[in-house]
């Protein structure tokens, strides 16, 4: 195990009916609020009106801002900063999924600083105070209510760029399973596929030493989300299988996978971000397409590792690593289309001549994120492997 | 899925050649601290002085209390907190294992308390202010240098009584594996019967709603210690094998394995601590005798969990859960004598005329633990279950 420090200091609200103690966790925060969500789902499933009666019963003000996108944009999150110094409001609460929460901690960062919040996502300067955050999470993937993590789109240069930092941990979020009933099938799947991701980046990119126990974790993780997406999809309001998707999609991305695992990095991520980026793709349905793909290349790289991870996920029975990380390819592909992903550029209307544009528009990132492997061609490589 | 709050700030410094860092961590907590530790093994395998000059180049001044005992008791407590009050330290720094972390969490609750520090463990006053916490993990197994738990015996009144409250957090451990390689075999093994302990009592006790990924989550632990305790027998200073003993004991009780299961209990922790009380048995050479016999009782009430649990751990084909359940408690007999631990109240020298007596010391705790279920007849029946 590679020495590692963890910290994580967000207190998680899980369970039913626990949207309403929001306010009075706010109020600790501050008394003058900026309420950051999306495009007005939240008004149609009742959540919103949950949220400002709670705020209103704390005697919290709300200011509003919202229209927060799927692969959420600079422009916004400028527009949020402006109006949350205009209002000097004390804190900041994303409703929403990964897209809100990362715009509101973009929010949160950018407020108290002197510079362009875009200066941090160039890694041109570091974040060293912001305004408290606290969520109402409405769907589950992106992990983003329990870590420092946030991503933005960049949409005058096509960049999607990500960064992380403990300053940007959510004080509180409430994960009530109950709010991603109405969440639809193909955003379903997405959310359970980032989980995915998040948990094979880890478990088959590192040249460390083993870690059993953390193995066992991810794995786990993984079991439970692969079940659960597909039951979710033909029960949408089954709430034991929305919670195993909700508390999946937080234990794979708060730092207890990746505990002890060494230097890991977020390779598919780096691709999909181009695909966001050049072509507004949501984010689960790049990455749906980029995983097998990668995984082939990365069987070749670290057969041992794809290998073991599907032996233990799937139940293929111990052998040559390399073959079973194949058949596990295989089966994690026809899993994907079950749910109902699109898995291969084609279904993305991407043609395969936009490939080297697309890996060129990964490579700021790639240095950003010190992804040294992963140059022009490699990342051209594994894009021809997308089927 | 049952509703949760998790809330955990213990910031863990995990890793080889870690403690040079607890200088700099305890000086963020104050410049005067009681160091807390035990019967001077930290002084033989150099741990002591590593502490101590780290403590020195931060500046920080130190007050020292030892002797601190397995089974650690109120009246080094009390000497304790009135150390720490006549030297007005600010904060208290722990080296050891659960004895002497747990003794370390009274003093730091009874140092501003106006009232004797026993009345917290009565449950007859409630703990609102703190001394804050720094700890450095040399025995793995409790579990308490991430959780606010901690557990006292009175040795007048030969009761082991256990409390949580979460200002008893402590706000950093460190935790470096190489600390325990000078850990003798049986304590090595109890640690890891404590292990497995916290986890059969989650896993085995909840009447509610199934949750998937906590249920693999336990197992993975389970499997994990379960081996590496056997391999540490054998080979005590690799690292790696301490690695996963360490941070699975860490892992079973910070709050993450228990998560959503709704309102647990330590049923067995109640038996044994009548055991260490009564006759000073080492904590988990108790749980080594309890554990079977609780089991057995067990399977009869909930058959599909502990049929459940070993299926998945021991890799038994899925089957009859009472069977598996049954052959699962064998399997798990033989490991506690594999790995040298006692199994029967004869090899305790404790004959099973003292049952009555031992249950009838149990039943305060049992009130204060609100395990309604274990009244004095059960509590003997399990006993005579001792093999």
Redesign the interface.
Same mark, same amino acid.
């Given at each position: 195990?590679?020495? #590692?420090?963890?910290?994580?200091?967000?207190?998680?609200? #899980?369970?039913?009916d626990?949207i309403g103690q929001i306010g009075s966790e706010t109020a600790l925060l501050g008394k003058k609020v900026l309420m950051v969500y999306g495009g007005g789902s939240c008004k149609e499933n009742g959540i919103y009106r949950l949220v400002q009666k709670s705020l209103s019963k704390a005697g919290v003000a709300v200011i509003e801002i919202s229209g927060i996108c799927a692969n959420p944009v600079l422009k916004h999150v400028r527009e949020g900063i402006a109006l949350a110094r205009g209002e000097k409001v004390e804190a900041v609460l994303a409703v929403g999924g990964g897209s809100v929460i990362d715009s509101a901690k973009a929010i949160c960062a950018g407020v108290p600083a002197e510079h362009d919040v875009w200066q941090f996502f160039r890694g041109k300067k570091g974040i060293r105070t912001t305004l408290p955050l606290a969520c109402v999470l409405t769907i589950a993937g992106s992990g983003s209510e329990m870590n420092g993590g946030m991503v933005l789109t960049n949409e005058e240069s096509a960049r999607k760029m990500g960064i992380g930092n403990k300053r940007l941990q959510p004080v509180v979020s409430i994960l009530d399973?109950g709010a991603t009933f109405t969440v639809p099938p193909d955003y379903t799947a997405y959310g359970a596929v980032d989980t995915i991701a998040h948990l094979l980046e880890f478990y088959c990119n590192k040249e460390a030493?083993?870690?059993?126990?953390q193995?066992?974790?991810m794995?786990?993780?993984a079991?439970?989300v692969i079940?659960?997406c597909e039951k979710a999809l033909l029960e949408p309001t089954d709430y034991?299988t929305r919670?195993?998707l909700m508390?999946?999609a937080t234990?794979a991305l708060n730092g207890?996978a990746a505990?002890?695992l060494g230097r890991v990095g977020f390779p598919m991520h780096l691709i999909e971000h181009s695909l966001s980026a050049l072509y507004n793709v949501p984010h689960g349905a790049g990455l749906a397409v980029v995983i097998p793909a990668w995984l082939s290349w990365q069987a070749e790289q670290q057969p041992e590792r794809v290998g073991l991870f599907f032996e233990r996920v799937f139940g293929i029975p111990e052998g040559d690593k390399k073959d079973n990380a194949l058949q596990g390819i295989d089966q994690l592909l026809a899993w994907l289309r079950r749910v109902q992903c699109p898995t291969s550029l084609t279904e993305l209307s991407i043609p395969a001549s936009e490939i080297p544009k697309i890996a060129e528009n990964a490579l700021p990132l790639a240095k950003l994120w010190r992804l040294r492997d992963y140059t022009q061609p490699v990342i051209e490589e594994i894009m021809h492997r997308c089927r």
């Open positions: 195990m590679e020495n #590692f420090v963890l910290e994580n200091h967000t207190k998680i609200i #899980f369970g039913q626990t399973p030493r083993q870690t059993p126990v193995d066992r974790l794995e786990g993780v079991q439970t079940a659960a034991d919670a195993d508390w999946c234990l207890w505990a002890g």
